[in-house]
C-alpha cells in the first residue's frame, strides 16, 4: 500500500513538471460535487467502458486509458468496443487500468488530466481526485442521453454529438413509419437464476423502443424510470406481447441456447404459454449490441427491430 502511494505520488510530481496550468472551469457532477476541470481536457481516463469509454470514441475522443474486461483467453478487452466503434486495446493507445478493482497505478501511469468514471465503480473518489480531477456520473438515473451531453460539453464535441442525435432521430422516424408501434405491445426479458429480469428501459433496445412508441405490458410500465425488478414464472402470462425481446450473452461462447436453456429450467416447455414465442416472435438479441447505450448500438437496435416488425409475403394456405 506504501509503495503504491509512493508511486502514484511520484507520478503525479512528474505530471505536474510535464503540463503547464490550463484554464479551468467547475462542473457540477451527478452526485452533486463541484469539480474544477481543466477548460479543453486533452488527457481523459474512463473507467466504465459501456458507459463512458465507448461514448467517448463515438464523439472522436479517445481516452488515454480505460476500464475493460478481462478476457477467458487473458487478454483484456473493452466490452463492445470492437463490435460498436472498431476500437480495442490491442489496435489502440487507450491503456487498461483494470476491470473490477482499477489499478491506481495504471491510472495514474496514464498522466490524466481528467477521470471519468460512475457511481458503480468501487475506485474511492477521494483517490481518484488525488490524481486528477474526477467527475462521476450516474447513467442509470440520468440517462444515456445526459451522460453523451455532458461528456460533449466538456469535451467541445457538441458538433459531432448534433450529428449523432439527428441520425438516430431521423432512424426512429423511420421506424415509426414502417412498422405503427402504438399499435403493438413488446416484452424486454431475461432469466436470471431462476427468476426473470425485467427493465423499465433495457438499455439501448429498450430506449429505442420507448422512443419508437411501442407498448408494454403493465408489469412493466409500472417499472420505475431506470429500475428493473425480478418476477417468478407465475408471472410469464402477464409478460406476453406481440413480440417479445430475450438479450443473451453473446461474449461467453454459449450463445442463445444458454438462455433458451434457463427459460426452460424455469419453466419446462414455457414457449407453449407465450403466443409471441408460439407463433414465432420470441426474438433472441445479442446483449453486447442490446446493453451498450451507444449510437452505434441504437442504430443496429433499430434495423433489427425494423426487420423482424415489417411484414413481408405471408404463405399462403
Not at 134 to 155: E, K, M, N, S, W
Not at 259 to 265: I, T
Request: negative net charge; contains cysteine.
Amino acid at each position: 500500500m506504501q509503495r503504491s502511494a509512493a508511486l502514484i505520488l511520484t507520478l503525479l510530481i512528474a505530471c505536474s513538471a510535464t503540463f503547464a496550468p490550463a484554464a479551468a472551469r467547475e462542473i457540477t457532477d451527478d452526485t452533486g460535487r463541484s469539480v474544477e476541470i481543466p477548460d479543453r481536457p486533452a488527457r481523459i481516463v474512463a473507467l466504465h467502458d459501456i458507459d463512458l469509454t465507448i461514448p467517448l470514441i463515438e464523439l472522436g475522443v479517445f481516452p488515454v486509458g480505460s476500464h475493460g474486461r478481462m478476457g477467458l483467453d487473458g487478454h483484456p478487452y473493452i466490452r463492445s468496443g470492437a463490435l460498436l466503434t472498431g476500437v480495442d486495446f490491442d489496435n489502440s493507445d487507450i491503456a487498461y487500468v483494470g476491470s473490477v478493482d482499477i489499478d491506481m497505478e495504471a491510472v495514474a501511469a496514464a498522466r490524466p488530466d481528467l477521470i471519468v468514471t460512475t457511481v458503480t465503480r468501487s475506485a474511492p473518489v477521494e483517490t481518484l481526485q488525488s490524481i486528477a480531477p474526477t467527475l462521476v456520473f450516474d447513467p442509470a438515473q440520468f440517462g444515456a442521453p445526459h451522460v453523451y451531453r455532458q461528456l460533449a460539453a466538456i469535451t467541445d464535441s457538441e458538433t459531432r454529438l448534433a450529428y449523432l442525435e439527428n441520425r438516430y432521430a431521423s432512424a426512429i422516424e423511420q421506424l415509426k413509419k414502417m412498422t405503427h408501434p402504438e399499435t403493438i405491445t413488446v416484452t424486454v426479458m431475461q432469466p436470471n437464476r431462476g427468476k426473470i429480469d425485467l427493465y423499465h428501459t433495457y438499455r439501448a433496445l429498450g430506449q429505442v423502443l420507448r422512443d419508437a412508441g411501442f407498448r408494454f405490458p403493465p408489469i412493466i410500465d409500472a417499472i420505475e424510470d431506470g429500475g428493473r425488478i425480478q418476477v417468478g414464472i407465475e408471472y410469464l402470462p402477464d409478460l406476453d406481447a406481440d413480440y417479445i425481446f430475450n438479450p443473451f450473452r453473446s461474449d461467453q461462447g454459449e450463445g442463445a441456447e444458454a438462455d433458451v436453456a434457463a427459460m426452460e429450467a424455469i419453466m419446462p416447455n414455457f414457449c407453449s404459454f407465450l403466443s409471441a414465442c408460439r407463433e414465432g416472435r420470441y426474438i433472441m438479441v445479442a446483449r453486447e449490441e442490446a446493453i451498450s447505450n451507444s449510437y452505434a448500438a441504437l442504430t443496429l437496435m433499430i434495423s433489427m427491430i425494423q426487420s423482424h416488425v415489417v411484414k413481408g409475403p405471408q404463405p399462403h394456405d
